[in-house]
Structures are given as structure tokens and as C-alpha cells.
């Protein structure tokens, strides 16, 4: 692949600021995934415990409850990753992290 190539893959990553694009991509993955693995959709229903007709909608449409994605993920051994989608915080300023260190022992948020 050129860097040009990479650079694109790259930025493609942070275009998608849209649910329902996120949700369609992850699908993409996950179908592309499966794939690979050589594993159908009736294999991936049974081995998930989703019903099939969830599977085919999550592929087609990018629809799926968190529990079938969460089983869908763990079926292809996806499970860290899933687990850790919110373990690190994230920030894009110096105030925005020291507000994380601030309430990063509270247990709730409080309005302003």
C-alpha cells in the first residue's frame, strides 16, 4: 500500500462522526472479519446465540442491540476489545485533561 493509501486510511477514521456511518462501517468490519474466518452467518447465529435474522440486519443495516454486538464480538474472540471501547479517557486540550484528573475519583457528574 503507498502512503498516499495510508494516509487516506487514516483520515477515513476520523471522518466518521455520523452514528449511522460509525454503525455501518463496524458492520463492514465485522463482516470482512467473519469472512476471513470463513465462517457463515448461520455459524456465527449459532455460535453468538443472535438470531440469524439479527446478524443478516446488523451486515445489511448496521442495526444491532449493544448485547448482540457485544456476543457477535466475544463469538470472534473480539472480547478485549470490545471491553476496553471506554477504559482510557480521552482529550484533545491541556484543560480538558486536567479536568479529567480532577474528577477522575467522583462517582458522579454534576451540571455546571
Given at each position: 500500500?503507498?502512503?498516499?493509501?495510508?494516509?487516506?486510511?487514516?483520515l477515513?477514521?476520523?471522518?466518521?462522526?455520523?452514528?449511522?456511518?460509525?454503525?455501518m462501517?463496524?458492520?463492514?468490519?465485522?463482516?470482512?472479519?467473519?469472512?476471513?474466518?470463513?465462517?457463515?452467518?448461520?455459524?456465527?447465529?449459532e455460535?453468538?446465540?443472535?438470531?440469524?435474522?439479527?446478524?443478516?440486519?446488523f451486515?445489511?443495516?448496521?442495526?444491532?442491540?449493544?448485547?448482540?454486538?457485544?456476543?457477535?464480538?466475544?463469538?470472534?474472540?473480539?472480547?478485549?476489545?470490545?471491553?476496553?471501547?471506554?477504559?482510557?479517557?480521552?482529550?484533545?486540550?491541556?484543560?480538558?485533561?486536567?479536568?479529567?484528573?480532577?474528577?477522575?475519583?467522583?462517582?458522579?457528574?454534576?451540571?455546571?
Open positions: 500500500m503507498d502512503d498516499s493509501a495510508n494516509i487516506l486510511a487514516f477515513d477514521s476520523y471522518t466518521l462522526d455520523n452514528p449511522d456511518d460509525m454503525a462501517d463496524i458492520a463492514k468490519e465485522f463482516r470482512q472479519r467473519r469472512i476471513e474466518r470463513n465462517i457463515t452467518r448461520e455459524e456465527i447465529a455460535k453468538s446465540k443472535v438470531a440469524l435474522a439479527n446478524v443478516i440486519r451486515e445489511q443495516k448496521g442495526l444491532i442491540s449493544l448485547r448482540n454486538l457485544i456476543s457477535l464480538a466475544v463469538a470472534l474472540e473480539y472480547t478485549a476489545e470490545i471491553k476496553n471501547i471506554f477504559s482510557q479517557p480521552k482529550y484533545s486540550t491541556m484543560e480538558e485533561l486536567t479536568q479529567i484528573k480532577k474528577n477522575s475519583g467522583k462517582k458522579r457528574a454534576y451540571k455546571r
